[in-house]
């Protein structure tokens, strides 16, 4: 069983920058996808980012330019880099893990989720 700690959030004006951490419970990164999810109020959750285990990125087109997903192996720790905040990225984001495949499912390893909070 993986576990997933996400830390970074927090609240900053609108073109501010933070930088969210996931912390695994163990070594995954040479056979999982990794990737960060969000959740604003009354919508679904959608993909932000997301990493394989060759290092092959993927972002959502909101966040193109303005985000990067990478990974520490040493640290086992998953981050994302987000700058340019915009009031729509403001949500709830996830760290999630999944087997060998990008393709993230309620079977996957998911955290508790960090609240990012950006003012206008």
């Known amino acids: 069983q993986v576990s997933l700690v996400e830390s970074g959030g927090g609240s900053v004006q609108s073109g501010g920058s933070l930088r969210l951490s996931c912390v695994a419970s163990e070594d995954i990164w040479s056979t999982y996808c990794m990737g960060w999810f969000r959740q604003a109020p009354g919508k679904e959750r959608e993909g932000v980012a997301s990493?394989?285990?060759?290092?092959?990125?993927n972002y959502a087109d909101s966040v193109k330019g303005r985000f990067t997903i990478s990974q520490d192996n040493s640290q086992n720790t998953l981050y994302l880099q987000m700058n340019s905040l915009k009031p729509e990225d403001t949500a709830m984001y996830y760290c999630?893990?999944?087997?060998?495949?990008?393709?993230?499912?309620?079977?996957?390893?998911w955290g508790q989720g960090t609240q990012v909070t950006v003012s206008s």
């Open positions: 990493i394989d285990s060759d290092g092959a990125t």
């Open positions: 999630a893990a999944n087997p060998t495949r990008c393709l993230f499912t309620a079977r996957s390893y």
